[in-house]
């Protein structure tokens, strides 16, 4: 089983920046992020999981949402086996549980919607005070 674990959620103030990570666990998790595409999600309270931003398994080709371009930076060290968001001049509305998703498609593209995604984290929560 594999686990998808992200850190550096927490509480700022707006205009701050924090960068969250992701990484795996579990057998095969050599695999899981090094080559695949991830995107990460947000959830606030009493609203829908949203899209935020993605990366390619080749990381070539990023995608993000509108309200965060600009102020939200997703990479990744295949090395590493983690991808980040850099997460730069937060406000109010950022606050969110953030998540970490990956498709098991080697090289695949970046992805936008959570339909056919293989591996979850739980979240981390960013909070953002104004």
């Known amino acids: 089983q594999v686990q998808l674990v992200e850190s550096g959620g927490g509480l700022v103030q707006a205009g701050d920046s924090l960068r969250l990570s992701c990484t795996a666990s579990?057998?095969?998790?050599?695999?899981?992020?090094?080559?695949?595409?991830v995107t990460w999600f947000r959830q606030a309270p009493g609203k829908e999981r949203q899209f935020v931003a993605g990366?390619?398994?080749?990381?070539?080709?990023?995608t993000y949402e509108d309200s965060v371009k600009g102020r939200f930076i997703i990479s990744r060290d295949n090395a590493k086996n983690m991808v980040f968001l850099q997460m730069n001049n937060l406000k109010p509305e950022d606050t969110a549980v953030y998540y970490c998703?990956?498709?098991?498609?080697?090289?695949?593209?970046?992805?936008?919607?959570?339909?056919?995604?293989?591996?979850w984290g739980k979240g981390t929560l960013v909070t953002v005070a104004s």
């Open positions: 998703a990956a498709q098991r498609r080697l090289w695949g593209g970046a992805f936008r919607s959570d339909a056919g995604v293989d591996y």
């Open positions: 579990g057998r095969a998790s050599g695999r899981t992020l090094n080559m695949y595409p």
């Open positions: 990366i390619s398994g080749d990381d070539i080709n990023t």
